[in-house]
């Protein structure tokens, strides 16, 4: 039974992996990749992880992801500014 968890947890690890590499908008890329973190976090837990699990939640599900939406609104206003000013 034991077996099946982590053979779950890891293909649903491979399918959000792959949808943050196929996904093409930055902040869509960052959503996604929070949800790679979450099911990163899972697997973890799975493994009997819990302290790498919960780091794991608050860089790879919290921070990384905000870090990331906060870089590409930023670039897009500087993007508006400079068409703005010409």
Known sequence: MADAVIVVALLLVAVAATAAVTTRDP????LVLA?????LAVLF?????PD?????L?????????????TVRKVRRRGRGKEDGR
């Not at 949800?35 to 099911?39: A, I, K, N, R, T």
């Not at 837990?45 to 992880?49: C, D, I, K, N, S």
Request: no cysteine; proline share 3%; glycine share 6%.
């Open 27 to 30: 902040v869509r890329q960052a």
């Open 45 to 49: 837990t799975v493994l009997q992880a």
């Open 52 to 56: 790498v699990a919960l780091s794991q």
């Open 35 to 39: 949800v790679l973190g979450v099911v």
């Open 58 to 70: 608050a860089v790879g599900s919290a921070l990384t992801p905000l870090l990331l939406m906060l």
